[in-house]
C-alpha cells in the first residue's frame, strides 16, 4: 500500500483544516488507517486511527472533540477534519496503514506516506 497525504498549510489558532491520505492498493477496504504527526524535537505521537467495516475510531485525549478522522473506502482515502486548531497541533501529519484492527502504537503500522506540515500560528 502506498499513501500519499496532503492538506497541510499554514493557518490561525482557532482556525480549521482538512488533511487527506490517498491509498493505492486492493486490501484498502480491510484496513485499519490512522495518522499520527510529529513536532519538531519530539517522537511521532498518534492522533487518530480508524477500523474497517464498523470504523470504529480512536483518538489521542489532546484532540478529541476536535479532529475528526473519516474513511471513503470507494475512493481509497482517509480524511483528518481539524477544527479550533491550536499552536501546539503544529508538526508534520504522517497517514498509515495496517491490515488488522484500528491501534494507536507507531509500531504497529506497516506502511506510512510521507508527511504534511501544518502549522498553526498564535
Known amino acids: 500500500v502506498q499513501l500519499q497525504a496532503s492538506g497541510g498549510g499554514l493557518v490561525q489558532a482557532g482556525d480549521s483544516l482538512r488533511l487527506s491520505c490517498a491509498a493505492s492498493?486492493?486490501?484498502?477496504?480491510?484496513?485499519?488507517m490512522a495518522w499520527f504527526r510529529q513536532a519538531a524535537g519530539k517522537e511521532r505521537e498518534f492522533v487518530a486511527a480508524?477500523?474497517?467495516?464498523?470504523?470504529?475510531?480512536l483518538y489521542a485525549n489532546s484532540v478529541k472533540g476536535r479532529f475528526t478522522i473519516s474513511r471513503d473506502d470507494a475512493k481509497n482515502t482517509v480524511d483528518l477534519q481539524m477544527n479550533i486548531l491550536k499552536p501546539e497541533d503544529t508538526a508534520v501529519y504522517y497517514c498509515?496503514?495496517?491490515?488488522?484492527?484500528?491501534?494507536?502504537?507507531?509500531?504497529?503500522?506497516?506502511?506510512w506516506g510521507h508527511g504534511t506540515l501544518v502549522t498553526v500560528s498564535s
Open positions: 498509515a496503514h495496517r491490515q488488522l484492527t484500528a491501534a494507536t502504537m507507531t509500531s504497529l503500522y506497516e506502511n
Open positions: 492498493g486492493r486490501t484498502f477496504s480491510t484496513s485499519a
Open positions: 480508524i477500523g474497517w467495516g464498523s470504523g470504529r475510531t
